[in-house]
């Protein structure tokens, strides 16, 4: 059960204005560049919203500028606000939102003016708890509408190019180009799965918000079949609600002349796609378990994604193989002790004299830590079968204070390889419960 925590906003208005016209450079720049926070295959990036730095997710799988978990950030003022109704992936329904234009947003040294943007109302709605890091929306299509934007994942960087002959030429030079068609502000490529022997085209939407490597959609096509080896999951959290489905393995994906061996997949259910209006001939998603084996320039002005490997192309497809997915519920004052070289500030001497004593030579240190519990456990997962439950707050992992750990790293420990031992120790009505399972593969 690969942790999926993204928020995909598929097809949330296709209403832009056409007015807009991106990002622009200063006059004498040429490129930009940026580091960002990758996690679980996510990127965030800071961009500022009416002069207020904000942390966004950069997502190629929504139309719109999302924004919403803005009640610390008050300071942020918007304009021609009126009230709309959201709806995306999720079995539930809509939710209340705000539409805002004539907004500036501004990336490092670039600007866009004039740009609308929405606002999720909903404090439920926080993908902050997901991920472990502050955040406040999440951009797409006019993020790379009109610029030559190289997501670097090995390097941790955004770079943007200016559109010209001589930027494009380099890039052509050690990338590889695959063609792509967008379609309402959403980017989307032909590839083939192999399925039962079977090669099957399939035409996915790249979906850099969608943690995962696949999505298929079965009712799209009588040609995909969810394998019978496979497991009920949760997949994520859409604007209308849970988005649940099935994960199994596929013998192979390709994508132009880049092909993967058994990557993990998952199958969302009729459900949670129900809000989704999609565009012809759509099967499903690629989505950020594929893409950060590259540096990947997206070109939507010429209908293109230019690809260069990196390190991590030929690494193992992994999962959540403990069946809990852990959320981040708050902060906690954590007291630490910490040495200190100090001056002292009083001096005794022992019978035998001479023996100086320093006095005072540590203090304790009180620090904002975050507090971690389980917000899923998965059916007959060997997190299920020990006794765990939705709601335990964890105070250890293997023996460790949770609050030294981040939620990636968290994470990492429940993909880990097949027969290793994870020992939690959690707090239940006020009660302290300790719980021992082993991974296991179960694809």
Known sequence: MKKTIIIILLHLFTCFVFAQQG??????????SVPFKLINNLVFVPIKVNGVELNFLLDTGVAET???????????????AEKIL?????????????KSTNNILE????????????????????LSSHVGIPVNGIIGYHFFRNNLVEVNYSKKRVIVYKDNSQNRKKIKKSFRTIPITVEKSKPYLKSTIIQDNKEIPVKLLI??????AIWLF???????KIPNKNFEDFLGRGFSGDVKGKRALIKKFEMGDFEFNNPVVAFPDSLSIRNVNMVPDRKGSVGGEIMKRFAVVFDYPNSQIHLKKNKDYSAPFSYNKSGVEIQQSGLQWVQETVRMETVPLSTKYNESGGVKVFMDDFKYKFQLKPIYEIAYVRENSPAANVGLQKGDLIILINNNPIHKLSLQEINALFKAEEDKWITLEVERNSQILKFRFQLYNIL
């Open 86 to 98: 959201l709806k995306g992936l999720g079995g539930q329904e809509a939710v209340e939102g705000l």
């Open 107 to 126: 990336f490092n040294s670039m600007k866009y003016r004039n740009h609308m943007l929405y606002i999720i109302l909903d404090p439920d709605f926080n």
């Open 207 to 212: 979906d850099i918000g969608n943690s995962d």
């Open 218 to 224: 079965q009712d799209r096509s009588e040609l995909i």
């Open 23 to 32: 990002f622009q450079f200063d006059e004498n720049k040429n490129k930009i």
């Open 66 to 80: 999302i924004l919403f978990s803005l009640e610390d950030k008050k300071e942020v003022r918007f304009f021609n």
